[in-house]
Each structure stands twice: as structure tokens, then as C-alpha cells.
């Protein structure tokens, strides 16, 4: 079955330390990607896409994420994190654009909380 | 207000009871989506409409869900007959393109 996994239920860093959430997708070809942010009772803010091209992205807050077709990854890194990144964030696919509108498929979240 | 608005923030309701649920998408844009986030199911999917097409009901789970969209604009979910197992945040999503924005949600108790 079509599925995203966030294998990290919840990761602890430091501030300043790095950061990278872990992002896999099963789905026969390469779907549309995407990374979601929620803080406490808000919506969710989109932090980058990847459609196609460059596999590095670039993304608001500092974010970035590379897309690695063979290992099926859509990975989101940030080199120093800042307390206020302290979120869930969601990795989410569409698997395609045509026919079915862009029905986002969502993985389970990862919590993010930052040590000062 | 450039953004999503979803209306009431908070709802708390008694099983068996109807609930309505408001969206206001973005000016101009034509698709629409609703989805709920709760604690067993995560976030799924539940109805999505673009311009004066059909809408993809695909991700509701009963007939005790139903939504509309009047005018191509303002859209409302309904839940008749609520249950406990109702009790999520239900978040609405509009589209231009490809880049969905999202309201901040109404959270919805069923006791």
C-alpha cells in the first residue's frame, strides 16, 4: 500500500545543534513532496516542496531537504536549530497531480523539542 | 485577512447531536480540501472540491459526514448524529495551483 513513514516519533536536540527528520515514502513513481510545520494549536505552515529538478530544496526557517530517489527519502535538515523550531512537523506526498487533485497523504509526525 | 479562516476555533458538542463546521478559503482560490487530524488516525484526508466539479468524497468516513461549498467559496462540513469517536481537529486547506494553505482548524469535542 501507498504509505509515508516518520520513523521518529519525537527527537530532542539542542539549540544550535543540527537537525534532520527522516522522511520515507512507498509509491511506484515519484510522488510530489512536501514538509508541514504545526506549533501548538495552528495550522499547518508549509515549510518547502519538491516536484521535480534540483533535489535539494530550500525552504522557509532556514530548512532545507534532499529527495534521494533510490532510497525513496525525503529527508528535511536544518544546520542550527532555534528554540522557536520546537514543532511537529509532518512530511506529506501527492502522489500525482492529474485526476485526483492534490490529496495530500500525510506520515504520522515527528515532535521536535529543543533543549536550551 | 489574507489567510485561511475556519469558524468556531472550538466546538463541544453532545453525542447525537449535528455539528457545522465553516471555512473561508483564500480569495480566488478554486480548490478546497477538509481534513481531520486526531490522535488515533493522524492527519487524513476527508473531501476535496475544485471549482463546479463533483467532489472527491473518498476520505469521509461514514454517511454521517457531508460537506458542501456554496458558490465556489465558503465551504461546510456537517456531522450529524456526532459520536465520541468524532471528537478531532478538522482542518480546511484552499488551493490556487499546488501549494495548499491551511486554517488553523476547529477543534471539535464530543462528549
Known amino acids: 500500500a501507498q504509505s509515508v513513514t516518520q520513523p521518529d516519533i519525537h527527537i530532542t536536540v539542542s539549540e544550535g545543534a543540527s537537525l534532520e527528520l527522516r522522511c520515507n515514502y512507498s509509491y511506484g513513481a515519484t510522488p510530489y513532496l512536501f514538509w508541514y510545520v504545526q506549533s501548538p494549536g495552528q495550522g499547518l505552515q508549509l515549510l518547502l516542496k519538491y516536484f521535480s529538478g534540483d533535489t535539494l530544496v530550500q525552504g522557509i526557517k532556514g530548512f532545507e531537504a534532499e529527495f534521494k530517489r533510490s532510497q525513496s527519502s525525503f529527508n528535511l535538515r536544518k544546520p542550527s536549530v532555534h528554540w522557536s523550531d520546537a514543532a511537529e512537523y509532518f512530511c506529506?506526498?501527492?502522489?500525482?497531480?492529474?485526476?485526483?487533485?492534490?490529496?495530500?497523504?500525510f506520515g504520522t509526525g515527528t515532535q521536535l523539542k529543543v533543549e536550551l | 485577512g489574507a489567510g485561511v479562516s475556519q469558524s468556531p476555533s472550538n466546538k463541544v458538542t453532545e453525542k447525537g447531536k449535528d455539528v457545522e463546521l465553516r471555512c473561508d478559503p483564500i480569495s480566488g482560490h478554486t480548490a478546497l480540501y477538509w481534513y481531520r487530524q486526531s490522535l488515533g488516525q493522524g492527519l487524513e484526508f476527508l473531501i476535496y472540491?475544485?471549482?463546479?466539479?463533483?467532489?472527491?468524497k473518498s476520505g469521509l468516513p461514514s454517511d454521517r459526514f457531508s460537506a458542501e461549498r456554496t458558490g465556489g467559496s465558503v465551504s461546510t462540513l456537517t456531522i450529524q448524529r456526532t459520536q465520541q469517536e468524532d471528537s478531532a481537529v478538522y482542518l480546511c486547506?484552499?488551493?490556487?495551483?499546488?501549494?495548499?494553505?491551511f486554517g488553523p482548524g476547529t477543534r471539535l469535542t464530543v462528549l
Open positions: 472540491f475544485q471549482g463546479n466539479s463533483a467532489p472527491d
Open positions: 486547506a484552499s488551493s490556487g495551483y499546488n501549494e495548499q494553505f
Open positions: 506529506a506526498v501527492v502522489p500525482d497531480f492529474t485526476g485526483g487533485g492534490n490529496k495530500l497523504t
